[in-house]
């Protein structure tokens, strides 16, 4: 067995909340600005989960949240696109 390889592995570990952020990441960088409501239903999860989780990746700098009437716009910092889609 290599020295080191098991630290490796240590850092990649898979949890629920690190799958949940990466997805909702890739589904703002590949489909632009959504709601809380429309990921929620994509993912499964109850709005207020999703809703925390946006929050932290806000309060990371990896999203931006725009209040539209009595919900949430969200968009990746990550790769702007010129068009504002609102739904």
């Not at 989960?49 to 725009?66: A, H, M, N, P, Q």
Request: net charge positive; proline share 3%; hydrophobic share 30%.
């Amino acid at each position: 067995m290599m020295p080191g390889k098991d630290r490796d592995e240590e850092k990649e570990s898979i949890s629920p909340k690190k799958v949940r952020r990466e997805l909702i990441l890739y589904m703002l960088r590949k489909y632009g600005n959504l709601q809380t409501k429309e990921i929620s239903k994509v993912l499964g999860h109850e709005p207020r989960t999703i809703r925390r989780t946006l929050k932290k990746l806000e309060d990371s700098g990896k999203v931006v949240g725009d209040k539209l009437g009595r919900s949430y716009v969200w968009a990746s910092t990550e790769e702007k696109k010129d068009e504002m889609m609102y739904f």
